[in-house]
């Protein structure tokens, strides 16, 4: 589907600008992703080749609260090990392999954009890992009976908040974990998530992070969960995706 994602000039330095490279995440070196030089002309080059219009490359960085919460999974990998992991906007697939490496039982990467479901099937197949595919929009459901949801870098906009906060309740409400990966853009429900764990920021995660310090991984308040507010929301508004 992609020649950059099924052929990356990455493997002795002739990677250009808008090209990918295979590198290990600053944060989770355990994990390799292609990432771009620079998404923006990477973008502008992918759109060239399609002949129209497609979302922004977000699974092309390793941005900061997927960062967080893989490192947090592999720190604490407990709360995956047996379990079935569903990481819902999962971009890159950072997380999704994160938890795969911990030894969750099974894995599925949730993603709408097809471009990323193309770079989290690379990214699996170089870091020898196992992952189940989903390019369903799953926001209106409940998590569908797995043990663990994961989201990194899903609160950036405050319509796609409006979503998975609601989804993140159903999914604690029918008895899974949930965990959020969050370095805190301005769209944070501190009132809906309380913080288990903070890192810093690495110098290197997308360039858009920059003045972002801090990451934290956070899950949802026992006390502000109630599945009879948590209904779907069908505002009819797509999570973007968002590496993490």
């Known amino acids: 589907m992609l020649h950059a994602l099924s052929a990356p000039e990455c493997a002795a330095g002739t990677a250009s600008i808008d090209r990918l490279r295979l590198a290990p995440v600053p944060l ?60 819902v906007a999962s971009g890159s697939g950072l997380v999704a392999i994160a938890a795969a490496i911990a030894g969750a039982a099974g894995v599925t990467a949730n993603d709408i954009d097809p471009y990323s479901i193309a770079a989290i099937n690379a990214n699996a197949h170089a870091n020898g890992v196992e992952l189940t595919l989903s390019s369903s929009d799953l926001l209106d459901g409940d998590g569908d009976g797995v043990d663990v949801v994961l989201a990194g870098d899903v ?38 998530l309380e913080r288990v764990a903070t ?21 949802p308040r026992r006390d502000q969960v109630d599945d009879r507010r948590a209904g779907p929301h069908g505002c009819g508004v797509h999570p973007m995706t968002a590496v993490r």
């Open 28 to 87: 989770v070196p355990e994990v390799r992703l292609l990432t771009a030089e620079d998404a923006i002309v990477l973008w502008a080059r992918l759109e060239a080749e399609a002949g129209h219009v497609l979302p922004p490359p977000f699974w092309a960085s390793a941005w900061s609260g997927g960062q967080g919460l893989a490192r947090y999974i592999l720190d604490h990998p407990d709360i995956v090990a047996g379990r079935h992991v569903l990481d």
């Open 155 to 192: 609160l950036y906009h405050p319509s796609v908040a409006a979503r998975m906060l609601p989804f993140l309740a159903r999914v604690v409400a029918k008895g899974a974990r949930g965990l959020v990966g969050d370095p805190d853009r301005g769209h944070l429900a501190h009132d809906r």
């Open 199 to 219: 890192y810093e920021v690495p110098m290197s995660s997308a360039p858009e992070d920059a003045q972002l310090h801090l990451t934290s991984v956070l899950k």
